[in-house]
């Protein structure tokens, strides 16, 4: 069992910089894939962007290509994700999770069967 602990939330203005987060208990020797994930209450939970670990591969949705960067660092166990540039729709609760997605999944929630338990991130206009 994997588990997964975020921080680095909290509250920002437009036009500012967060970043966040994902502390694994445990890494496995096998690639697979670990991304960010965001939800407002009342809508689907959003893919942001994600990583393959096997190859530090990186895939982005659309509204946040060019500003948010994920990255990983294996000594730690510990996925990033900088955000620069917020904007009051970033507004969110966001997790990390963990799964083996397929290049052509890596931001579909289905695909990740690890998740933390999540932490906010205000932007305020």
């Known amino acids: 069992q994997v588990q997964l602990v975020e921080s680095g939330g909290g509250s920002v203005q437009a036009g500012g910089s967060l970043r966040l987060s994902c502390a694994a208990s445990?890494?496995?020797?096998?690639?697979?894939?670990r991304a960010w994930f965001r939800q407002v209450p009342g809508k689907e939970r959003e893919g942001v962007a994600a990583l393959y670990t096997g190859t530090g591969d990186t895939y982005y949705a659309y509204s946040v290509r060019g500003r948010f960067t994920v990255s990983q660092d294996n000594a730690k166990n510990t996925l990033y994700l900088q955000m620069d540039d917020l904007k009051p729709e970033d507004t969110a609760m966001y997790y990390c999770a963990r799964g083996r997605a397929t290049l052509s999944t890596m931001l579909a929630d289905y695909e990740y069967n690890y998740w933390g338990q999540g932490t906010q991130v205000t932007v305020s206009s």
């Open positions: 445990k890494n496995t020797p096998s690639a697979y894939s």
